[in-house]
Nanobody, 113 residues
Framework: QVRLVESEGGLVQPGGSLRLSCHAS????????MEWHRQAPGKQRELVAS???????NYADHVKGRFTISRDNALSTVYLQMNSLKPEDTAVYYC???????WGQGTQVTVSS
């Protein structure tokens, strides 16, 4: 069974930056698509960014230009670089392997002054 383990999130001031990572094990990582989702209190979980096995990326409108998803196949890891963070980015962030419906454990990102 595939396992997805995320790095710790944290508390960041508005305008700050944070990088999340997600390591996948027990899978040939290079052949799968990966996604980042987030869920804020009282809201539905939403797709933030995706990256295909070939490296094609897509972003939700409200993170476009601020967030970057990337992958390192040698390390079986997907990253989410978050810049210019806003309070509305506060949420639990989850990585996902959609083809296997697998999810990371979730990590809290709080943007506040």
């Amino acid at each position: 069974q595939v396992r997805l383990v995320e790095s710790e999130g944290g508390l960041v001031q508005p305008g700050g930056s944070l990088r999340l990572s997600c390591h996948a094990s027990r899978i040939i990582f290079s052949v799968v698509n990966m996604e980042w989702h987030r869920q804020a209190p009282g809201k539905q979980r939403e797709l933030v960014a995706s990256i295909s096995s070939s490296g094609t990326t897509n972003y939700a409108d409200h993170v476009k230009g601020r967030f970057t998803i990337s992958r390192d196949n040698a390390l079986s890891t997907v990253y989410l670089q978050m810049n210019s963070l806003k309070p509305e980015d506060t949420a639990v962030y989850y990585c996902s392997l959609p083809e296997l419906r697998a999810w990371g454990q979730g990590t809290q990102v709080t943007v506040s002054s």
